[in-house]
Each structure stands twice: as structure tokens, then as C-alpha cells.
């Protein structure tokens, strides 16, 4: 501690208030003036800001009102409960059901609000009560200080009480830091509505200038020789700042425990802490053995403490330092004993990992013993004495078991430290520096300065680094009196020397290898360029193993990096003849896909001139040709498993098709066909003509889902730059542009144009749902307040009117089979699903969306004051807010939310009147712009 954190108490109490002031850059109060502090405070105060926050979140809701409007909210839903838990069992109560479901949600959210309300205002009163005072506490500081100054007197510090005196002067400078910490503390405030953060000090100038006067005061006080009071003062000033911060942060202030050692509350809760560490590390018995002498002695401080004697430092403080110092040996001993053991654990670990069994579990049982005896010993010199028995016995044994170990194994450190000289030796015609990290150095023969020696520039630095690391690691290892390390010592050795003798038998070693994989780069560059869709990820395989040799390559040995590349070139020139294999065989597999093709062609034409009938063929369009469509894919796809695929559906089909076909000229030809032929050819017939159906099918389907396209994609243009006019999120056009994008490849592809317009008519129901969503957006959010609300009305209207035809518009057209209504019939019940939509559609109606209209226009006429638009804001907020609760937790309607049906506009309605609810409380509570 420096001479300016401390108090120095040889010198005047005038010098040395002087002293005090000029270390803390402080100016007595009496000149008015403190210093400035490092954290500026705001002309505003947070109480301000709190207050603020709390009308934001209310809404302008008077707070009592509210209070009341819960306690009667509370008052009902105990009227309902009476009632559901005392009603008969033959009671219908379902309606008191539905009203406490309907209440609970407004019920939680009102509380929610009261709740806010309550936190702020008491931190307001916190606020208030602290700095409505600090003018009169300012004040009476400064009248106080006068008054210890006229009483001060000049005093030998030697006459009061030393050990009080210095406590005083250890918790004086304690509080000054303690203040000065606060002082640079800033508390950040954003209002609830994330619009504005400010920053305050935690302790602000008036309060910094009262804390330090009564850290002054203090000192004064020790003047007149008081030097209880002059502590007592210290700790006043400590209490004060809590207050101070408590107020300002909003914490709940704590007072503290009163003591029940007097002044005796630091001594002995060290004390309690040294034997609290005995008792956890297992020294149970030494622990209690202390536990009974401190409970003895607190048991006498109590009593002298509520007798009210005087001077129980004097009385007590020796032997609860002499306590003290004894625990803090035993602890000390613990910490000790606990080194031992585990010295002992890491021994017979060792012994146990080298393959012994006697004389670890032996030393293990030792070391229970030893753990069981250290619980029950009260002295810990003892335990200590015993633990370092044990622990040189086990070494002894752990020193057997190594020379057992060495002798088996053959190892002699003496030649291990001799091939590390040998190796370094070596090792100094190829390194800068040696392995003391000296560096070799010559002088140089025209300027005579000393210069570093490398003797090869063709050895790259990586390759030179990694001997250098495994000398330094054998080095090390070879110092370790454990078997394995010598082991591993050794292998470190061997691999040096390899590495060493690979360069001196070849210098140019790591040229030639950069060589190497070189040349497998352009062989995998040649192989990609011939075969680009052979097959990639392979390829892309094969050049990562290359790029992980070139980055290893220079930490490990030469030879087996050679034969990794060796491997990897042959694996490549194999890759390369598979993939021109798989080349001619794509090519001859296109060329059989080719003569199907013709089959399938002529086939067509002989259907066409020979079976004319009710329906008209133009061509064959039996199962073979989706087959084919996919075995051009399989063959496109160029891959082993591809083309064996394709190869074995285009053999069953070409010699299929090729033997109707030769039935078909047969049967041209006028030769009779016998009865398996004719079974065959009528087959052939029968599935063309269903083939040729469902292509004239879709054939007259085609202009409408080419016109449904262009459509499609108009409105989707729409539905962007409406969405940009109001700056939403555009995944889901991405999205639905990718979708269209796909469906049309897909349907041309395969001519299936009535699968086609039923998935396209899904993705335009989504995009005239996003079109509409926009519109009423930008309605909503562009537009003046009243065509907001009526918007926003006419979405609603509009979801409720859809609810009420639900079941006759959808559901009961659904569940026709063409015969019989499946709604009429077991296990769906009409009746229920109808109640089901009624009660949706009644939910809606309860609540007054005429009456959030009417209010909302007044939010905006200017003839009305503020407080009356406010109000009429509150009034449609509460209206708005409360369908917001239906359609967030209404069972009935979350359910909806959840399962929406496949077809019908109630689902999308549903979205879209969710979101103008949103987007309307936005309008409204920024209408007001006071």
C-alpha cells in the first residue's frame, strides 16, 4: 500500500487532514468546491425517465383504476371458481367455463401491467427519499464539520487504543476506495420503448461531496480522541453510499446481520473459515477438535457482548489470534497432506500404467489406511509425519518397479542421453542453432561479421523445425524417471534419425516430393478437364488428400510421404481409366436409350395406322416412356450405380418393346397370332390407349397452366414490390419464384399438366394471400388512421363471415365420395364441426370491433385535448388488444391456427387478419405525436 492509500498518523491532525484531502484530489467542503467527477451526471434525473416508461407501458391507464379493475378481475374469477367447484353434477357448466377462459388471459395481462406499475413507483420513492434530502444532508455535513473543527485538539496517537486506531485507519481507506468505485460506476436506462438509452452515475456530485465529508467528519471525530465514534462514523459513510446506490440501481437494500462477536467479527470468521477448509478436505476430526475450542470461546464473547462489557478486544482478541494462528498451521498442514497424497496417487498410477499389480495395490491399501487414520488424528503434525512415511515408502516402491521396467525392456538412459548427443551432432549441419539454442555462426571473409550457417537452402524451415521439436521433446522425456517416457524417448530418437539420415543420404528430397505432387496435380486437372461430369465429388476427394500431403508433408518422414503420394497417383490413374470406362459405357448406353427410343416411335406408328378406333392414337405413350425419361436421367447422372442401373432397365425394356413390336409387324403382316401373342398385344393396346387419354388430358390442359404461369408470375411481381413499399421480409417470394421455377421444368418435362395446375393452384392461393396482405399493409400503415381502422374492421368481417360458411363452402364439399355426404356418417359428426365454426365465429362477434372504430377516430380529431384522445387510444387499444388475446390464446382459435385445413379462405383470412391487428396497434399508439 502506497503512502497516499493510507493514513499516517505521526503528524498534526491539521497536516494530516491536509494529507488526506491532496491524495484523494479533494478540496474541504468548507471551500465549496469538490472535484469533478469522472462520470458526468445528467441534467435529467432517471426518476424522470422511470416515470416516463411507466406511462408508456400503461398507456396513459391510471394506475388506482387499474388496482381496482384487478381486484374486481380477481373478485370474478372467485365467483367463477365458487361456482364450477359448487355446482350439482347435473350442472351444465360450460358457460362459466368459456367466461373464466376468456377472463383469465385479460386477468394476467392487467396484472402484468400493475405490476410494472408498482416496481417503478417504488423506485421513484426510493429516489425521491434520497435525493429530496440531499440539499439538508449537504448542508449538515458542512455544519458538522465546523462544529469537529472548533472541538478538535492535537493529540499523541500513542495514547488511544492501537488496535481500534487501526482498524479505523484500515476501514477508513477501505470506504474511500469503495466510494471512488462507485463514483465510477454508469447505469444505463433504455425506455420500454427501445428508443432512447441514457447513462447515469451511480453516485452523482452532490451525494459524492456528502460521502467524503463524512469520511472528513471522521477523521475530526478521532481528533477529539473518540475513536469508536470516529469508526462508527466510517461505517455511517459506507451505510449512506449503499443507500445512495441502492436508490439509484433499484436494488432492494439488505442490512446486514447484527454481529454477534462485537468488534470480534473479522478474527474469528477467519478462524471459522481455516477450519471449515479442515472439515471439507477431510480432516474431520482436527476440524472438530477446533470447532469446539472457537465454540467455546464465541460462546464466552456472546455472553460478555450482551452483559454490554466493555473493551472486548483487549479481553478477547489474543486468544482468538492465537486460535487463529493454530487453524491456519492445521490448514497449512492439510494443504500439505493433500500434495503428499496425491504425489502418493500419481505413484501408484505410474505403477499400475507400466503393467505391475503387487505393489500398487499394496501401496493403495497403504493410502486408504493412511486417508482413514488422517480423519480420526486431532493433530495435524502427525498426519504429516505419517503421510510423508507413506510417501517415501511407495517412492522406494515405484523406484523397484522402474529398474524392474528397464531391465525388461532393455532401456539404458545413459545411451539414450549418449544418442542424443550423437543426434545433435548431426543435427548442427543442418540447423541455424543448436539444441541450447546457440547459433552457429562464421565470420564472413570481407567484412569479418559473424554470420549464421545453413548449409542446404534447399531444406525447407518446416522440415528443420520438426527435428528441433522432437530433440527437445527426447531431451526432455529422457529426463523423466518414468518407463513409458524413456519408451517414448526412444521412438522420438529413432524418428529423428530417420528423418536426419533420409536428408543426408538425399538433400534435394523435399524438391523432389514438391515434384511429386505436382505431377498428381496435373493428372487430376488433366482427369477433371477430360471427365468434368464424371463422378465430381470423387475427383474432389482425391485433391483434398493431395492438398493435406502438401501441408503435412514437412512433419513427417520423407519415405512415407513418398509412398502416400506414390499411392495417391496410382489411386488417381485408376479413378481416370474407371471414368473413361464409364465413358464409352454412358455412350453405348445413349446409343441403346437412342434405338428404344425408335422402338417406342415405330410402335407408335403402328398403333396409329392399325388400331384406329373411339380413340385416336398419335404415337405410343405406355409406361416404358416414364421409364425412359428416367433412364435418361440415371444415364445423365454418369455414376457406376447410375449407369448399371440404367443398363438393366434398358435391357428389359428393349427386349420387351422389341418383341411387341415384332408382334405388331406380325399381326400387319396378316400371319395369324396365337393366344399368348394376342394376350400380349391386346396388353400393349390396352395400356397405350390409357396412356393416350391421359396425354390428350393433359395436352388440353396445357394453355391454361401456361396462362395460370404467366399469371402466377405477374401477381408475384405485384406482391414484390408491394412488399418492398413496405420495407417486409421477401424469403418467402424467393421462394415461391424457386417453386415456380421447378414446377414448371418438372411439368413440362414429363407433360403432366393437371398435376401441374393443382400444385400451381396452391402457389397462386399463397401469392393472392401475400397480395392481400400487402394491400391491407399499406392501408393500414400508409394511409390516414380511419382507413387503418376500416381496414383493419374489414379484414375481420371479412375471417368472420368466412368462419360462418365454412362447413357448406369446404368442409361438406369435401367429404362428398359421390355418393353419400361422409358428414352424415360415422365417425364425422356434422353437427359437431358446424359448433365447432359457431363458436369461432361467436368469439369474434363478442367483442366490439363498431366501438374500437368509433374510438379511433377520435384518437385524431383535433377538436378534442390530449388527455380525451388519449383516452379514446386506451379505450381502442383495449378493444384491439382483446381480439389480439383471442386469436393468441383462445383453445378453440389456436387450434385452428394450428390444424388449418387444405382448402377454403378462412385459413389465409385468419393470417391476414392477425397481422392488421399488429400493424393497427402500431398506427394507434403513434398517433398521438405530443
Same mark, same amino acid.
Given at each position: 500500500?502506497?503512502?497516499?492509500?493510507?493514513?499516517?498518523?505521526?503528524?498534526?491532525?491539521?497536516?494530516?487532514?491536509?494529507?488526506?484531502?491532496?491524495?484523494?484530489?479533494?478540496?474541504?467542503?468548507?471551500?465549496?468546491?469538490?472535484?469533478?467527477?469522472?462520470?458526468?451526471?445528467?441534467?435529467?434525473?432517471?426518476?424522470?425517465?422511470?416515470?416516463?416508461?411507466?406511462?408508456?407501458?400503461?398507456?396513459?391507464?391510471?394506475?388506482?383504476?387499474?388496482?381496482?379493475?384487478?381486484?374486481?378481475?380477481?373478485?370474478?374469477?372467485?365467483?367463477?371458481?365458487?361456482?364450477?367447484?359448487?355446482?350439482?353434477?347435473?350442472?351444465?357448466?360450460?358457460?362459466?367455463?368459456?367466461?373464466?377462459?376468456?377472463?383469465?388471459?385479460?386477468?394476467?395481462?392487467?396484472?402484468?401491467?400493475?405490476?410494472?406499475?408498482?416496481?417503478?413507483?417504488?423506485?421513484?420513492?426510493?429516489?425521491?427519499?434520497?435525493?429530496?434530502?440531499?440539499?439538508?444532508?449537504?448542508?449538515?455535513?458542512?455544519?458538522?464539520?465546523?462544529?469537529?473543527?472548533?472541538?478538535?485538539?492535537?493529540?499523541?496517537?500513542?495514547?488511544?487504543?492501537?488496535?481500534?486506531?487501526?482498524?479505523?485507519?484500515?476501514? $477508513?481507506?477501505?470506504?474511500?476506495?469503495?466510494?471512488?468505485?462507485?463514483?465510477?460506476?454508469?447505469?444505463?436506462?433504455?425506455?420500454?420503448?427501445?428508443?432512447?438509452?441514457?447513462?447515469?452515475?451511480?453516485?452523482?456530485?452532490?451525494?459524492?461531496?456528502?460521502?467524503?465529508?463524512?469520511?472528513?467528519?471522521?477523521?475530526?471525530?478521532?481528533?477529539?480522541?473518540?475513536?469508536?465514534?470516529?469508526?462508527?462514523?466510517?461505517?455511517?459513510?459506507?451505510?449512506?453510499?449503499?443507500?445512495?446506490?441502492?436508490?439509484?440501481?433499484?436494488?432492494?437494500?439488505?442490512?446486514?446481520?447484527?454481529?454477534?462477536?462485537?468488534?470480534? #467479527?473479522?478474527?474469528?470468521?477467519?478462524?471459522?473459515?481455516?477450519?471449515?477448509?479442515?472439515?471439507?478436505?477431510?480432516?474431520?476430526?482436527?476440524?472438530?477438535?477446533?470447532?469446539?475450542?472457537?465454540?467455546?470461546?464465541?460462546?464466552?464473547?456472546?455472553?460478555?457482548?450482551?452483559?454490554?462489557?466493555?473493551?472486548?478486544?483487549?479481553?478477547?482478541?489474543?486468544?482468538?489470534?492465537?486460535?487463529?494462528?493454530?487453524?491456519?498451521?492445521?490448514?497449512?498442514?492439510?494443504?500439505?497432506?493433500?500434495?503428499?497424497?496425491?504425489?502418493?496417487?500419481?505413484?501408484?498410477?505410474?505403477?499400475?500404467?507400466?503393467? $505391475?499389480?503387487?505393489?500398487?495395490?499394496?501401496?493403495?491399501?497403504?493410502?486408504?489406511?493412511?486417508?482413514?487414520?488422517?480423519?480420526?488424528?486431532?493433530?495435524?503434525?502427525?498426519?504429516?509425519?505419517?503421510?510423508?512415511?507413506?510417501?517415501?515408502?511407495?517412492?522406494?516402491?515405484?523406484?523397484?518397479?522402474?529398474?524392474?521396467?528397464?531391465?525388461?525392456?532393455?532401456?539404458?538412459?545413459?545411451?539414450?542421453?549418449?544418442?542424443?548427443?550423437?543426434?545433435?551432432?548431426?543435427?548442427?549441419?543442418?540447423?541455424?542453432?543448436?539444441?541450447?539454442?546457440?547459433?552457429?555462426?562464421?565470420?564472413?571473409?570481407?567484412?569479418?561479421?559473424?554470420?549464421?550457417?545453413?548449409?542446404?537452402?534447399?531444406?525447407?524451415?518446416?522440415?528443420?523445425?520438426?527435428?528441433?521439436?522432437?530433440?527437445?521433446?527426447?531431451?526432455?522425456?529422457?529426463?523423466?524417471?518414468?518407463?513409458?517416457?524413456?519408451?517414448?524417448?526412444?521412438?522420438?530418437?529413432?524418428?529423428?534419425?530417420?528423418?536426419?539420415?533420409?536428408?543426408?543420404?538425399?538433400?534435394?528430397?523435399?524438391?523432389?516430393?514438391?515434384?511429386?505432387?505436382?505431377?498428381?496435380?496435373?493428372?487430376?486437372?488433366?482427369?477433371?478437364?477430360?471427365?468434368?461430369?464424371?463422378?465430381?465429388?470423387?475427383?474432389?476427394?482425391?485433391?483434398?488428400?493431395?492438398?493435406?500431403?502438401?501441408?503435412?508433408?514437412?512433419?513427417?518422414?520423407?519415405?512415407?510421404?513418398?509412398?502416400?503420394?506414390?499411392?495417391?497417383?496410382?489411386?488417381?490413374?485408376?479413378?481416370?481409366?474407371?471414368?473413361?470406362?464409364?465413358?464409352?459405357?454412358?455412350?453405348?448406353?445413349?446409343?441403346?436409350?437412342?434405338?428404344? #427410343?425408335?422402338?417406342?416411335?415405330?410402335?407408335?406408328?403402328?398403333?396409329?395406322?392399325?388400331?384406329?378406333?373411339?380413340?385416336?392414337?398419335?404415337?405410343?405413350?405406355?409406361?416404358?416412356?416414364?421409364?425412359?425419361?428416367?433412364?435418361?436421367?440415371?444415364?445423365?447422372?454418369?455414376?457406376?450405380?447410375?449407369?448399371?442401373?440404367?443398363?438393366?432397365?434398358?435391357?428389359?425394356?428393349?427386349?420387351?418393346?422389341?418383341?411387341?413390336?415384332?408382334?405388331?409387324?406380325?399381326?400387319?403382316?396378316?400371319?395369324?397370332?396365337?393366344?399368348?401373342?394376342?394376350? $400380349?398385344?391386346?396388353?400393349?393396346?390396352?395400356?397405350?390407349?390409357?396412356?393416350?387419354?391421359?396425354?390428350?388430358?393433359?395436352?388440353?390442359?396445357?394453355?391454361?397452366?401456361?396462362?395460370?404461369?404467366?399469371?402466377?408470375?405477374?401477381?408475384?411481381?405485384?406482391?414484390?414490390?408491394?412488399?418492398?413499399?413496405?420495407?417486409?421480409?421477401?424469403?418467402?417470394?424467393?421462394?415461391?419464384?424457386?417453386?415456380?421455377?421447378?414446377?414448371?421444368?418438372?411439368?413440362?418435362?414429363?407433360?403432366?399438366?393437371?398435376?401441374?395446375?393443382?400444385?400451381?393452384?396452391?402457389?397462386?392461393?399463397?401469392?393472392?394471400?401475400?397480395?392481400?396482405?400487402?394491400?391491407?399493409?399499406?392501408?393500414?400503415?400508409?394511409? #390516414?388512421?380511419?382507413?387503418?381502422?376500416?381496414?383493419?374492421?374489414?379484414?375481420?368481417?371479412?375471417?368472420?363471415?368466412?368462419?360462418?360458411?365454412?362447413?357448406?363452402?369446404?368442409?361438406?364439399?369435401?367429404?362428398?365420395?359421390?355418393?353419400?355426404?361422409?358428414?352424415?356418417?360415422?365417425?364425422?359428426?356434422?353437427?359437431?364441426?358446424?359448433?365447432?365454426? #359457431?363458436?369461432?365465429?361467436?368469439?369474434?362477434?363478442?367483442?366490439?370491433?363498431?366501438?374500437?372504430?368509433?374510438?379511433?377516430?377520435?384518437?385524431?380529431?383535433?377538436?378534442?385535448?390530449?388527455?380525451?384522445?388519449?383516452?379514446?387510444?386506451?379505450?381502442?387499444?383495449?378493444?384491439?388488444?382483446?381480439?389480439?388475446?383471442?386469436?393468441?390464446?383462445?383453445?378453440?382459435?389456436? $387450434?385452428?391456427?394450428?390444424?388449418?385445413?387444405?382448402?377454403?379462405?378462412?385459413?389465409?383470412?385468419?393470417?391476414?387478419?392477425?397481422?392488421?391487428?399488429?400493424?393497427?396497434?402500431?398506427?394507434?399508439?403513434?398517433?398521438?405525436?405530443?
Amino acid at each position: 500500500m502506497t503512502k497516499s492509500d493510507t493514513l499516517v498518523l505521526d503528524t498534526p491532525t491539521s497536516e494530516w487532514i491536509a494529507a488526506f484531502n491532496r491524495a484523494r484530489g479533494w478540496k474541504s467542503l468548507r471551500g465549496g468546491d469538490a472535484s469533478r467527477p469522472d462520470a458526468k451526471d445528467l441534467k435529467k434525473r432517471p426518476k424522470s425517465q422511470l416515470i416516463e416508461d411507466r406511462e408508456f407501458a400503461l398507456d396513459g391507464y391510471d394506475k388506482d383504476k387499474l388496482d381496482a379493475l384487478v381486484v374486481a378481475q380477481e373478485n370474478e374469477l372467485a365467483r367463477l371458481n365458487n361456482a364450477i367447484e359448487t355446482a350439482p353434477p347435473d350442472a351444465d357448466i360450460d358457460a362459466w367455463l368459456e367466461e373464466r377462459k376468456e377472463l383469465l388471459p385479460f386477468l394476467e395481462m392487467n396484472k402484468a401491467d400493475l405490476a410494472v406499475a408498482k416496481r417503478v413507483d417504488a423506485h421513484v420513492a426510493q429516489l425521491q427519499s434520497v435525493e429530496g434530502h440531499l440539499g439538508r444532508d449537504l448542508s449538515d455535513v458542512r455544519r458538522e464539520i465546523r462544529k469537529l473543527e472548533a472541538a478538535a485538539v492535537d493529540f499523541d496517537p500513542d495514547d488511544l487504543d492501537q488496535d481500534l486506531l487501526a482498524q479505523f485507519r484500515q476501514r $477508513h481507506v477501505a470506504v474511500q476506495g469503495n466510494i471512488e468505485n462507485a463514483r465510477a460506476e454508469v447505469m444505463k436506462i433504455t425506455t420500454l420503448d427501445g428508443k432512447k438509452t441514457r447513462s447515469y452515475a451511480i453516485i452523482n456530485g452532490a451525494e459524492y461531496k456528502i460521502l467524503f465529508g463524512m469520511l472528513e467528519q471522521a477523521i475530526l471525530i478521532l481528533a477529539t480522541g473518540d475513536v469508536q465514534a470516529a469508526l462508527a462514523r466510517v461505517e455511517e459513510t459506507q451505510t449512506k453510499m449503499n443507500a445512495f446506490r441502492t436508490a439509484r440501481t433499484g436494488a432492494t437494500a439488505i442490512d446486514p446481520p447484527p454481529s454477534e462477536h462485537g468488534d470480534l #467479527d473479522g478474527p474469528v470468521n477467519d478462524v471459522e473459515m481455516q477450519i471449515s477448509v479442515l472439515d471439507k478436505k477431510g480432516f474431520t476430526e482436527a476440524a472438530n477438535q477446533y470447532g469446539f475450542r472457537l465454540a467455546a470461546l464465541s460462546h464466552a464473547i456472546q455472553q460478555a457482548v450482551n452483559a454490554n462489557s466493555p473493551d472486548l478486544r483487549k479481553q478477547f482478541l489474543p486468544a482468538v489470534e492465537a486460535l487463529g494462528e493454530e487453524t491456519a498451521l492445521a490448514r497449512d498442514q492439510a494443504l500439505t497432506v493433500e500434495q503428499i497424497i496425491f504425489d502418493i496417487q500419481t505413484d501408484i498410477a505410474s505403477m499400475r500404467a507400466n503393467g $505391475h499389480i503387487h505393489r500398487p495395490n499394496r501401496s493403495q491399501r497403504e493410502l486408504e489406511d493412511l486417508e482413514r487414520l488422517s480423519q480420526a488424528q486431532a493433530l495435524m503434525s502427525t498426519v504429516v509425519s505419517d503421510a510423508q512415511d507413506a510417501a517415501e515408502i511407495i517412492r522406494k516402491r515405484l523406484e523397484e518397479t522402474k529398474q524392474e521396467d528397464l531391465r525388461k525392456s532393455n532401456l539404458k538412459p545413459a545411451e539414450i542421453q549418449k544418442e542424443l548427443g550423437a543426434l545433435d551432432k548431426r543435427y548442427k549441419d543442418f540447423f541455424v542453432q543448436n539444441l541450447q539454442g546457440e547459433a552457429f555462426q562464421q565470420k564472413d571473409t570481407k567484412s569479418g561479421e559473424l554470420k549464421g550457417i545453413k548449409k542446404n537452402r534447399n531444406l525447407p524451415r518446416g522440415a528443420l523445425e520438426e527435428i528441433d521439436l522432437q530433440l527437445l521433446a527426447a531431451q526432455q522425456l529422457a529426463q523423466s524417471d518414468s518407463v513409458d517416457a524413456l519408451k517414448t524417448a526412444d521412438d522420438y530418437l529413432t524418428g529423428v534419425s530417420n528423418f536426419i539420415e533420409a536428408i543426408e543420404k538425399d538433400p534435394d528430397v523435399y524438391v523432389k516430393l514438391e515434384d511429386e505432387f505436382t505431377r498428381v496435380e496435373k493428372k487430376i486437372t488433366k482427369t477433371k478437364k477430360k471427365f468434368p461430369l464424371y463422378e465430381p465429388g470423387r475427383l474432389l476427394d482425391l485433391k483434398a488428400e493431395l492438398d493435406a500431403l502438401r501441408a503435412n508433408h514437412l512433419t513427417r518422414l520423407p519415405a512415407n510421404v513418398t509412398a502416400d503420394t506414390d499411392d495417391l497417383r496410382e489411386r488417381v490413374l485408376a479413378f481416370r481409366a474407371e471414368m473413361a470406362e464409364a465413358q464409352t459405357f454412358k455412350r453405348a448406353l445413349q446409343k441403346q436409350a437412342d434405338g428404344v #427410343d425408335k422402338t417406342i416411335e415405330a410402335i407408335g406408328k403402328r398403333l396409329k395406322k392399325d388400331h384406329k378406333g373411339i380413340v385416336k392414337f398419335d404415337g405410343y405413350y405406355g409406361p416404358e416412356v416414364v421409364r425412359m425419361m428416367t433412364v435418361r436421367d440415371q444415364i445423365a447422372e454418369r455414376s457406376a450405380k447410375s449407369l448399371k442401373q440404367a443398363s438393366a432397365t434398358l435391357d428389359e425394356i428393349s427386349g420387351n418393346l422389341g418383341w411387341l413390336l415384332r408382334l405388331l409387324e406380325k399381326e400387319k403382316s396378316g400371319k395369324s397370332l396365337g393366344n399368348n401373342e394376342r394376350l $400380349h398385344v391386346d396388353e400393349l393396346v390396352s395400356a397405350a390407349r390409357s396412356g393416350q387419354l391421359d396425354k390428350d388430358a393433359n395436352d388440353a390442359k396445357k394453355k391454361e397452366f401456361e396462362s395460370g404461369i404467366k399469371a402466377f408470375t405477374k401477381d408475384l411481381k405485384t406482391a414484390k414490390k408491394s412488399l418492398k413499399k413496405i420495407k417486409s421480409d421477401l424469403s418467402e417470394v424467393t421462394a415461391l419464384d424457386s417453386k415456380r421455377d421447378g414446377l414448371k421444368a418438372e411439368t413440362e418435362k414429363f407433360g403432366s399438366y393437371i398435376d401441374g395446375l393443382a400444385e400451381l393452384k396452391g402457389l397462386q392461393s399463397r401469392v393472392d394471400q401475400l397480395n392481400t396482405e400487402a394491400e391491407v399493409a399499406i392501408d393500414i400503415l400508409d394511409k #390516414d388512421l380511419a382507413t387503418a381502422v376500416d381496414k383493419c374492421a374489414q379484414t375481420l368481417l371479412l375471417f368472420t363471415h368466412k368462419l360462418g360458411t365454412f362447413v357448406e363452402d369446404v368442409i361438406r364439399p369435401e367429404g362428398k365420395d359421390g355418393k353419400d355426404n361422409q358428414l352424415d356418417q360415422p365417425p364425422l359428426d356434422a353437427a359437431k364441426i358446424g359448433a365447432f365454426f #359457431d363458436k369461432l365465429k361467436g368469439s369474434l362477434e363478442k367483442i366490439d370491433i363498431a366501438e374500437m372504430r368509433s374510438q379511433s377516430a377520435r384518437v385524431t380529431d383535433g377538436t378534442l385535448t390530449v388527455k380525451d384522445r388519449k383516452l379514446a387510444r386506451k379505450i381502442a387499444l383495449q378493444e384491439l388488444r382483446k381480439l389480439m388475446t383471442l386469436f393468441d390464446s383462445f383453445a378453440p382459435m389456436q $387450434h385452428f391456427r394450428a390444424h388449418p385445413f387444405a382448402k377454403g379462405d378462412a385459413s389465409t383470412q385468419m393470417v391476414s387478419a392477425r397481422k392488421a391487428l399488429s400493424q393497427l396497434e402500431v398506427r394507434l399508439l403513434t398517433a398521438i405525436k405530443d
